[in-house]
């Protein structure tokens, strides 16, 4: 869950964050090839908790339900969920990020 409550799936799969040749690539995937098109539309309940991948304190924040009678589908969009955290340390100087955007 995003801290606008808007519920995003992040992911540690290898298609949506990987390093090659010395570069790290995030990349956002359908949601669809992952669950298939009608679950993302209709009846289908994405519980993140069941998996241990929830990231959320609040449980309730772990899962999504599609329903094309009340409008609600699940986010269409998957990306890389990437920590740091206990990874590195910098006590002084500077980290520099290069960054490109992408296209559309």
Known sequence: MARNNQFEWTTAFDNNS???DG??????TLTEEYLGQEAITN???LNLTVDGTCTSDNVTQCGAVSNSSLGTIINPVMSARMTTKG???VKYGKVEVTARMPTG
Do not use: D, E, R
């Not at 570069?23 to 956002?28: E, G, K, R």
């Open 43 to 45: 009846g289908y309940t």
């Open 23 to 28: 570069t790290m690539y995030i990349v956002p």
């Open 87 to 89: 990874k590195a340390s």
């Open 18 to 20: 990987f390093v090659q």
